[in-house]
């Protein structure tokens, strides 16, 4: 299966530009050319991921082979981790284009907006993929930046503002990202991540890579919006078409932020205690504060977006307890746990709020309104959209049997487990405001009474809407199933293999 | 956009070219020299842009060059990806794999694919600033109207 790694990179990218071109010629082309595309990615995905299981295998593009221990060639790496990531990606980014066939039929520039979802694929693909920082930093800016773009789609005024804000500070943060790659090149002499894992397990100057990390925390904690760095998040998700809003907060702030904020910290650099409690408190921060501000939200795709930032919260959370406890070294077991509770938050969180967001586009397609003091009372107008919705609000605020409460639970018990009983405290506190405003979000869009005069007059929202919405409703329920150990040995075990074992990364990869 | 006065089409008429096979100079010695597609397919841009600001844009229908420019850029973006594409059909089948014979190191036709590579993002960079100059044009005469 080695051949397919590349393709992740190379089909998306063709088609972009095919589309671009085609999309002019051939009337109608990209409307079932961009969904196979995805649909074909996702294949490839799975197969990868039921082929690869703990192993990893990484790829040299141009058969360029190691010179006297050296890496010379560029390195893409597949291994459980990011597996896992390219099915989340191409999963969410395959639904969330079928969803956009009846969408996006209200925007002008329909070809051109296939190929920038193509792109922000290819992007997110090289980023999971890639195996050194250059490389990693290229593909990280192909999809931020054709995000920009998507972000400003409706070219409004609030669209525009949304994206010059978003460019604004992405940008920040790709300089701060640059500035640190540098600074590692510079000291290290090398960008293929594990060789920079192996300069360093031979000693180094702290106080250099401390200031390096916290470059990177704050570059990558930009991009993932965790809260001193979240500005612009709430504007950009909730200005996006729909089904970017999905992409947005359901992929890219992972793909781009998390991924690699873990991968970084995981596999390349050496656990430091002040780090991991930076981590720890960022998490926390972000959680407590992020539900906060989405309570006080009467703008649907504005609730969602702050409640990406407090769920995101939970995943860095569990990421920086699980540091914390390798650190000291004298816990293993509650460390994999928390470590599996964040990775499964992770994979949860994709789906509900991608699915949050493909409701509130319905609503807002229907409507043409995104304030909840404006709806009310469509539950029985729209049974589709009210129950998925529904199941997505119970799941993301952990009711069981969705899957939102096994991943919470374990990242509150794995908490319990280290001895962090405030932060068990706040995740479960921060649970219960989750539900407290999704409830509002239920009751205040379907099940108040009507508003709108109008009421009778709306439909449910088309095939391919409510398709979507209900595929990713069912993988809500049907996730919950890796709560069970035998079913997550499979499917997460690969995963936090490869994070526990911190140098197993470096070391299958260099060949040592 | 209007044009400039009589001594600058001159002279611009009489550095264009030079400019332009300065750009195709570097892109073409990108395998040998310091510079390459990008730098070339820059300058070559460059050359473009320098007559159009001189001579004014009203001669041209800036929405029909744009399209063609954009795509040009496409379609030598696509021929990139397809000679990567075709390195996994030979040799030893991995993707941006060098598989033409590599000739005499220093021979302005040697080092395999490199060259093409390197006209082929030379065209996609060139068309791509045009690309972008033209809509900045299109954005002024619009807003100016």
């Not at chain 1, 609030?158 to 940008?171: D, I, N, R, W």
Request: net charge positive.
């Amino acid at each position: 299966m080695d051949t397919l790694i590349p393709l992740f990179v190379a089909i998306p990218l063709i088609s972009a530009f095919l589309i671009v071109i085609l999309g002019k010629l051939v009337k109608g082309f990209h409307r079932f050319f961009a969904p196979l595309i995805l649909l074909a990615l996702l294949v490839m995905a799975v197969i990868e991921f039921s082929s690869l299981g703990k192993s990893s295998i990484h790829y040299t593009l141009g058969g360029w082979s190691t010179e006297g221990g050296y890496p010379v060639g560029i390195y893409m790496v597949l291994d459980g981790f990011s597996v896992l990531m390219l099915c989340i990606i191409n999963l969410i980014g395959f639904i969330a284009l079928f969803y956009s066939l009846s969408y996006i039929r209200k925007y002008t520039a329909e070809s051109n907006y296939y190929a920038l979802f193509c792109l922000i694929i290819a992007g997110m693909n090289g980023v999971v993929l890639s195996g050194d920082l250059f490389n990693l930093f290229v593909f990280l800016e192909v999809s931020v930046i054709s995000s920009y773009a998507l972000v400003a789609f409706g070219v409004g005024k609030t669209e525009l503002e949304a994206s010059f804000k978003y460019q604004v500070l992405g940008g920040l943060a790709s300089m701060l990202i640059l500035l640190a790659i540098g600074l590692i090149y510079w000291k290290t002499k090398t960008l293929n991540i594990a060789d920079v894992r192996n300069v360093l397990d031979a000693g180094y100057s702290k106080p250099y890579y401390i200031f390096i990390q916290v470059l990177l925390i704050s570059g990558f904690g930009l991009k993932a919006a965790i809260i001193p760095f979240h500005a612009w998040l709430p504007d950009a998700h909730s200005s996006a078409p729909s089904p970017i809003s999905a992409m947005l907060s359901g992929v890219l702030i992972k793909a781009v932020g998390i991924y690699v904020l873990i991968r970084l910290f995981f596999n390349m650099f050496v656990f430091t205690h002040e780090i991991a409690v930076v981590f720890t408190t960022l998490g926390a921060i972000s959680m407590v504060i992020g539900a906060f501000l989405a309570f006080m939200q009467w703008d649907v795709k504005r609730l969602l977006a702050y409640s990406s930032i407090s769920q995101i919260g939970y995943v860095v959370m569990a990421f920086g307890m699980s540091m914390i406890l390798l650190v000291r070294g004298d816990n293993y077991t509650a460390a994999a746990l928390a470590i599996a509770g964040g990775v499964y938050h992770m994979v949860n969180h994709a789906v509900f709020k991608g699915l949050l967001f493909l409701n509130a586009g319905a609503l807002e397609y229907r409507l043409d309104t995104r304030d909840l003091k404006k709806m009310g009372g469509l539950s029985s107008a729209m049974p589709v959209t009210s129950s998925t919705s529904f199941m997505a609000s119970m799941s993301i605020s952990g009711i069981p049997p969705f899957n939102g409460f096994f991943s919470k639970l374990i990242i509150i018990i794995a908490a319990i487990n280290g001895k962090f009983y405030l932060l068990a405290t706040l995740a479960v506190v921060i649970s219960f405001i989750t539900l407290a405003y999704f409830l509002k979000f239920q009751r205040y869009a379907f099940f108040n009474k009507p508003l709108q005069k109008s009421i009778e007059k709306i439909r449910e929202v088309p095939f391919s809407m409510s398709f979507s919405m209900v595929v990713l409703a069912i993988l809500c329920l049907a996730l919950s199933l890796l709560a069970f150990p035998s079913i997550n040995d499979a499917i997460l075990r690969p995963a936090i293999h490869v994070l526990m074992q911190s140098d197993i990364y470096s070391t299958t990869i260099m060949g040592l | 956009m209007e044009g400039m006065s009589t001594i600058v089409k001159k002279v611009t008429q009489l550095m264009a070219g030079i400019i332009f096979m300065y750009g195709i100079y570097i892109i073409l010695h990108g395998h040998l020299t310091p510079g390459g597609g990008f730098a070339g397919g820059a300058i070559v841009a460059g050359a473009f842009i320098l007559l159009i600001l001189a001579f004014g844009s009203s001669a041209l229908n800036l929405k029909k060059e744009v399209s063609g420019t954009s795509n040009v850029e496409s379609v030598a973006i696509l021929i990139v990806l397809l000679l990567a594409l075709m390195a996994l059909l030979f040799g030893i089948k991995v993707f941006f794999f060098n598989y033409l014979p590599k000739g005499e190191p220093g021979e302005l036709v040697s080092a395999g694919v490199i060259p093409l590579y390197n006209i082929f993002i030379g065209i996609e960079v060139a068309a791509a600033i045009l690309t972008i100059f033209l809509a900045l044009v299109i954005f002024k005469e619009e807003s100016s109207k």
